[in-house]
């Protein structure tokens, strides 16, 4: 069966002229106006457009954002040691990688007024099935595979131990986590997207479910950026029984030896879960994120 929002829920036929040529720098500035409205900006091509949503919300996620999530403010992660911007505004983010295809619908709201936010950016970067990261193969690899070089220990920077600053139930607002960018040292950018949210605060992506590397539960990384500014980093999870099924399907099921899970993940809240349900050949997440839009601590 077809699946007619795969890669249109950034629907090419409802965006700007030039959103091919328009990179996340440029998208952040044109959204940056008053309250999150969007401005006019000049692409690479010289074209002047004015960015408009890039999702319209599908009837089928009425009922999934029911209860998937509060007005609390959602807990700020670390962005972990994979984060850089991947200049790639799409929704479909798969390129060529293999795995059960996930549908993600994120809402993003208000924190204080519970209102819909509009006009935000919305990024998403995940492992593949392999647990190996865009931009920093060489580096994922160690963090994760059957027989991975080295030994197999957690790559630099992963997150072990104590939950760093920031971490779920830490007191940082800063929305940008706890490390510093990652300057990528290869030109792979799979599995890394941005999207700008419609006036129900919603954007989709068109994945795979994510890998899983050592030391770390099975998790997406997501940032919003709004009026400019990184005003959230989270994580996004699942229930571990969807997990282990997807886990013994291929390709996932060439990569043994996980050792470890949600129960015993550092990060992992279960405020990060995501409402799933099945769809068609894959699956379809939805979540709310509820953040500090004015960066005000509440």
Known sequence: ???????????????????????????????????????????????????????????????????????????????????????????DIREDKQGVRLRVAIKVQDSETCKPLGNAVVEIWHCDAAGLYSGAEAASTGGGGGNPPGGGNPPSGAPTGTPPSGGPGGQSNSGGGDMADLTPTDDKRYLRGAQVTNGDGIVEFTTIWPGWYRGRTIHIHAMVHFSNQRVLTTQMMFDEKLNSAVMAKSPYSEHTGRDTFNDNDNIYDDSMLMKITQEDDGYLGAIVFSADSDKDGA
Do not use: N
């Open 1 to 91: 069966m077809g699946h007619d929002h795969e890669g249109q829920r950034v629907s090419r036929r409802r965006l700007f002229a030039g959103i091919s040529s328009l990179g996340l720098g440029s998208l952040l500035a044109a959204c940056s106006g008053a309250e999150g409205t969007a401005t006019t900006v000049t692409t690479s091509t010289g074209a002047s457009v004015t960015p408009t949503a890039t999702a319209t919300t599908a009837k089928d996620l009425t009922s999934l954002f029911d209860g998937a999530g509060t007005c609390k403010l959602t807990s700020t992660t670390t962005q972990g040691p994979y984060y850089f911007d991947a200049d790639k505004v799409r929704s």
